[in-house]
């Protein structure tokens, strides 16, 4: 009796892509990497490190804030 379902179990045990909406399921994780790799980077692109901006640069500061950033450097040896 277990050998008959053994053989029953091997026969449908072929392999079936599971689908969800017409697509492969491993699609989805394929879409949703891409979608939050592109997200990533747009988030990146927002970050502005390391640009120094012409509008952001030290000579367009007050004069207290030129004098400021000279007694920082000089009292950290920048």
């Given amino acids: 009796m277990d050998h008959s379902l053994i053989l029953a179990a091997a026969e449908g045990a ?7 909406l017409g697509l492969p399921t491993y699609w989805f994780g394929i879409i949703f990497g891409i979608i939050f790799l592109l997200m990533f980077l747009i988030t ?3 970050s502005g490190r390391g640009i120094i901006r012409a509008s952001h640069g030290a000579d367009r500061l007050d004069s207290d804030e030129q ?3 000279k007694e920082y450097n000089s009292r950290h040896g920048r």
Avoid: D
């Fill in 14 to 20: 072929e392999h079936t892509e599971r689908v969800l």
């Fill in 44 to 46: 990146l692109s927002f």
């Fill in 67 to 69: 004098q400021a950033i």
